[in-house]
């Protein structure tokens, strides 16, 4: 069973409304990917993380996502201004480097209404 | 542009037969794919992988086939059970490419097993 615990499982947010989930990664694992699901099923990579550094994300988030990962606090990925494009499940992993598996959460399912 | 391909996109099959899964990549520099199960409502987790090095992994009734010449592979899943019913994703990274190795999902495969 995976150890990367996600919050809240379910998010409802208006258009233009922020929308915030977070996720703590597996003990020990300092490499985090943030990763968006649609509904038919295109995993779409966000932005990675080691320890608490960016290390590369996509042009989307660079103007409507943020995220951040502080030591000894969760991770988190926050949308500025919701759009309905946005409704996805939004899936963390975490990793002990990157030539390691990658283990998923159980994601944050965001409906943008 | 889709890097990594599966196929089919759902397969039917009864309890005890064997459910083959295709995948295939474009990225010649692809040298690990993991294969993830997803159920309802979860998260993919890990349910074996290989290294382009091999050509062959098992792990109880699941079963990697490798095709390095021709950039294809298969999940073979031996006397189906009714609760590997799932959705399963190939999934490739190039490991040379440090920060960069991140994962390409195909759009995946999604089994039934009927009993």
């Known amino acids: 069973n995976s150890k990367v615990i996600q919050t809240p499982r379910y998010l409802v947010k208006g258009q233009g409304q922020k929308a915030k989930m977070r996720c703590i990664p597996e003990k020990g694992h300092p490499v985090v990917f943030w990763y968006q699901q649609n509904k038919n099923n295109e995993f779409k990579f966000l932005i990675n993380f080691q320890n608490q550094e960016v290390l590369q994300q996509i042009d989307m988030t660079e103007k409507r996502f943020s995220a951040e990962c502080p030591s000894n606090s969760p991770c988190s990925l926050e949308i500025q201004s919701s759009e309905a494009g946005d409704s996805a499940l939004y899936l963390c992993?975490?990793?002990?480097?990157?030539?390691?598996?990658?283990?998923f959460g159980s994601g944050t399912r965001l409906t943008v209404l | 542009q889709q890097q990594v391909r599966q196929s089919p996109q759902s397969l039917t099959v009864w309890e005890g037969e064997t459910a083959i899964l295709n995948c295939s990549y474009e990225?010649?520099?692809?040298?690990?794919f993991p294969w993830y199960q997803q159920f309802p409502g979860e998260g993919p987790a890990l349910l074996i992988a290989?290294?382009?090095?091999?050509d062959k992994k098992e792990d109880g009734r699941f079963t990697i086939f490798f095709n390095k010449r021709e950039k294809k592979l298969s999940l073979h899943i031996t006397d189906s059970q009714p609760g590997d019913s799932a959705t399963y994703f190939c999934?490739?990274?190039?490991?040379?490419?440090?920060?960069?190795?991140?994962?390409?999902f195909g759009k995946g495969t999604k089994l039934s097993v009927k009993s």
């Open positions: 999934a490739a990274s190039d490991r040379s490419g440090g920060s960069n190795a991140k994962l390409t």
């Open positions: 290989i290294r382009s090095v091999s």
């Open positions: 990225n010649s520099a692809f040298d690990y």
């Open positions: 992993a975490s990793s002990l480097s990157w030539a390691e598996t990658l283990y």
